[in-house]
């Protein structure tokens, strides 16, 4: 069975400056795709980004990046020059054709973005 | 594009009525809806998967006979909370997925249930 880790509940970033969400995750699995979901105040879930295991090149989308370290299973998201909007909850998911079709969700990080 | 709905986005209902919360994909066939239960500060849980045209699979502990879910077309799962109880107050979440991109789901905007 596949399980996601994100162990740190909650963190506070200054505005405009940086912050870095951690995941890991357990499988036996050696394809599969990562996701970072937001989940702001409205509770709409927001996919922020998506890496294939077996794309060595760390996915990025604006001011979104991770750091994906396959061997470590490490799922890594990194918020640059942080905004007000991105105060909300967020989830590391997991997913692999190989265990039934499902994501598999982490227990989620509360972000607040302070002014 | 790849929009889902649902409906209604609140409700409060009264301890041993059933509640229907519909979910719909607006722009494409979802051949796969999941419905999933939150509870305050917490991740999603998933409760079942539901293929078109067929029954639905419930995750283990949740009791089918009480969430009812229907999958009648490719736009539209339903979700019957039958007989609620104040323990059924939760928000609850759909999610749709198209058959070729099996790893992608899109989410509905959630239904915040409560039961009085």
């Known amino acids: 069975a596949q399980t996601v880790t994100q162990s740190q509940p909650e963190m506070s970033v200054q505005e405009a400056e940086t912050v870095t969400l951690s995941c890991t995750y357990d499988t036996s699995e050696s394809n599969y795709y990562l996701f970072w979901y937001k989940q702001p105040p409205s509770r709409q879930m927001i996919l922020v980004i998506r890496?294939?295991?077996?794309?060595?090149q760390n996915a990025t989308e604006n001011r979104f990046s991770v750091n994906f370290q396959k061997a470590a299973k490490s799922f890594s998201l990194k918020i640059s020059d942080s905004q007000l909007g991105d105060t909300a909850m967020y989830f590391c998911a997991f997913f692999t054709h190989n265990a039934g079709n499902m994501l598999t969700f982490g227990g989620g990080t509360r972000l607040m973005v302070k002014p | 594009g790849a929009v889902v709905s649902q409906h209604p986005s609140r409700v409060i209902c009264k301890s041993g009525t059933s509640v229907k919360i519909e979910c719909r994909s607006l722009?494409?066939?979802?051949?796969?809806m999941f419905w999933y239960r939150q509870f305050p500060k917490q991740s999603l849980m998933l409760m079942a998967t539901s293929n078109e045209g067929s029954k639905a699979t419930y995750e283990q502990g949740v009791e089918k006979d009480k969430f009812l879910i229907n999958h009648a077309s490719l736009t539209l799962s339903t979700l019957t909370v039958t007989s609620a109880h104040p323990e059924d107050s939760s928000f609850y979440i759909c999610?749709?997925?198209?058959?070729?991109?099996?790893?992608?789901?899109?989410f509905g905007p959630g239904t915040r249930l409560l039961v009085l």
């Open positions: 890496q294939e295991a077996y794309k060595q």
């Open positions: 722009d494409f066939q979802a051949t796969t």
């Open positions: 999610s749709a997925r198209v058959g070729g991109r099996l790893e992608t789901q899109y």
